[in-house]
C-alpha cells in the first residue's frame, strides 16, 4: 500500500481532532498555536490543551502575554514541564511578536527558530498548523510510528525527518503530519499499540526495536540503580 493510501485509511478511523487541530479548527490564531506547541513539550495533549486555554482566559494577545508578570505566567502553567523556563521563553518570545513584528507570528522557518524557546520541531508545527505550509513536525508519534510501520529505520526524530522527507512526496507532509500525530495519540500508542484494531495492521511490519532497545535501557538502568543501592548497605 503506497504511503498516501496508508495516510487515508489511518484518517478514516481516527475521532476528533489532536490538540493543535482543535485549534485551527476553532480559530486560526498563529500566536495560540505557537504558544500550545511551546506547552506542550514534555507535557501531555490533554494537559497542554487545558493549560493553553487558561492561559488565553488571562493573556491572549502578544502584547498582553508580553506584560505578564512572571510570576503569574509561572502559576498558569505550573502543570506543564519545565515551567519555569517556559514562562521565560514564552514572555520573551511574545515581547518580541509585539515589537518586532507587530503582533504577527512570522510564517518563515528561519524567524520562528529565531524566537527563545523555538526550535525545528515547533517551528515546523506552527507552519503546518497555522499556515498550512508543508513541513514534517517530527514529534515523539512521527518518529515513533514510521518507524513500527517499517517506514524508516532510525534513532532519533532528526533521522526520522531527514528519512521522511527523503521517501514521502512534499504535497503529502502536511496530511502525514496531522494524521500521524493523532494516530499517535488515539491507536499507535506508545506502550500497548492497538494493532487488533488498526486499519494498517496488514500493512505494518510492527517493528518495536526502538521499544525494546528502551525497555533494554531501563532494565539496565533499575540494575544499575539496585546495585548502587546494594553496596551503600
Ligand atoms: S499495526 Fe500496531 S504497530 Fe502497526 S501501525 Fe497499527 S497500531 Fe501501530
Redesign the pocket.
Known amino acids: 500500500m503506497n504511503y498516501k493510501d496508508t495516510l487515508e485509511k489511518i484518517e478514516k478511523k481516527l475521532d476528533g481532532e489532536a490538540l493543535l487541530g482543535d485549534l485551527v479548527k476553532v480559530q486560526s490564531n498563529p500566536f495560540k498555536i505557537l504558544i500550545a506547541t511551546m506547552l506542550s513539550a514534555r507535557t501531555r495533549d490533554s494537559t497542554a490543551e487545558k493549560i493553553t486555554e487558561s492561559l488565553f482566559k488571562k493573556y491572549n494577545t502578544p502584547k498582553t502575554m508580553s506584560e505578564a508578570d512572571i510570576k503569574d505566567l509561572e502559576q498558569v502553567i505550573r502543570k506543564s514541564g519545565y515551567y519555569k523556563q517556559k514562562a521565560k521563553r514564552i514572555k520573551e518570545t511574545s515581547t518580541i511578536i509585539h515589537e518586532k513584528y507587530k503582533d504577527n507570528v512570522p510564517n518563515d522557518f528561519e524567524k520562528l527558530v529565531n524566537l527563545p524557546g523555538v526550535g525545528p520541531k515547533t517551528a515546523n508545527c506552527v507552519l503546518v498548523f497555522a499556515f498550512n505550509i508543508p513541513a514534517l513536525a517530527v514529534d515523539t508519534h512521527m518518529h515513533r510510528?514510521p518507524n513500527?510501520?517499517g517506514w524508516i529505520k532510525t534513532k532519533t526524530p532528526e533521522q526520522s525527518e531527514e528519512a521522511l522527507k527523503k521517501i514521502l512526496p512534499i504535497n503529502l507532509w502536511l496530511q502525514a503530519t496531522r494524521t500521524l500525530v493523532r494516530f499517535g495519540q488515539q491507536?499507535?500508542i506508545p506502550t500497548y499499540?492497538?494493532?487488533n484494531i488498526?486499519p494498517?495492521?496488514d500493512f505494518?511490519a510492527?517493528d518495536f526495536t526502538m521499544e525494546e532497545e528502551m525497555r533494554k535501557k531501563r532494565k539496565e538502568a533499575a540494575k544499575r540503580k539496585a546495585k548502587r543501592e546494594n553496596t551503600k548497605k
Open positions: 510510528i513500527r510501520l491507536l499507535c499499540p492497538r494493532c488498526c494498517v495492521e505494518c510492527k
